[in-house]
């Protein structure tokens, strides 16, 4: 079956620019989770997503970002007045049950604020 | 709060080699739970094992092996025999059951790990 997609694969903005990532799951997948990678660093928690809500927003690193997933599938991450280290490349995940499962990560969308 | 230290940056070896890849971890939960993904060139996360804190048994997946010891907070990841295709970094992630950690996954920085022909 199809994995977890991301669109754009590579988004270039200017500096104050917004900027909304789109994360598609993979089907019956309930929980879903938004990670920023930065070079050399391993992926760091944004948001997750239990059905529609958003279950845990603690990692999100400022009120900048913002996640909806209104219809518990798709999720769009948002990003208002960018800025240049929000530069990084953002994963999304999709999980079955949640923390205990293994979580399926799509390809990533990397994010360039000039 | 929880930590995962992969003290190991960058290892180079020679195909055939037998490789392990190093994770510490640190959690104040009973229960959790341990991951090991990998990223190859391509940049795609790719899950390799998830291992309960209830279950110390190691765990072997043809070159693949993990060795888990709650004693030491450690959950190290061998690879036998290892070859070109395994290069790619290596994370090795912690996720709490119980609330009072943040939902998602805690990683540690990876290793980079390099299979010379």
């Known amino acids: 079956g199809a994995g977890v997609s991301q669109t754009p694969s590579n988004k270039v903005t200017e500096k104050g620019k917004y900027v909304e990532l789109r994360c598609d799951p993979i089907s019956g997948h309930t929980a879903l989770y938004w990670y920023r990678q930065s070079l050399g660093q391993g992926p760091e928690f944004l948001i997750y997503?239990?059905?529609?809500?958003?279950?845990?927003d603690s990692g999100l690193p400022n009120d900048r970002f913002f996640a909806v997933r209104p219809e518990g599938s798709v999720s769009t991450l948002k990003i208002q007045r960018t800025e240049r280290g929000d530069s990084a490349v953002y994963l999304c995940a999709s999980s079955l049950i949640g923390r205990r499962g293994e979580q399926f990560f799509g390809p990533g969308t990397r994010l360039t604020v000039l | 709060a929880q930590k995962v230290t992969q003290a190991q940056t960058e290892i180079s070896v020679v195909e055939k080699e037998d490789v392990t890849l190093d994770c510490v971890y640190e959690t104040r939960d009973t229960t959790y739970y341990l991951f090991w993904y990998k990223q190859p060139p391509s940049g795609e996360l790719v899950f390799l094992i998830r291992?309960?804190?209830?279950?110390?048994q190691n765990e072997i997946s043809g070159r693949y092996s993990w060795n888990f010891q709650k004693s030491t907070s450690s959950f190290n990841f061998t690879i036998t025999a290892s070859q070109v295709v395994d290069s790619a970094v290596y994370f090795c992630?912690?996720?709490?059951?119980?609330?009072?950690?943040?939902?998602?996954?805690?990683f540690g920085k990876g290793t980079h790990l390099i299979i010379q022909p």
């Open positions: 997503f239990q059905g529609t809500g958003a279950a845990d």
């Open positions: 992630a912690l996720s709490e059951h119980s609330g009072g950690g943040a939902d998602g996954l805690t």
């Open positions: 291992r309960n804190s209830f279950d110390e």
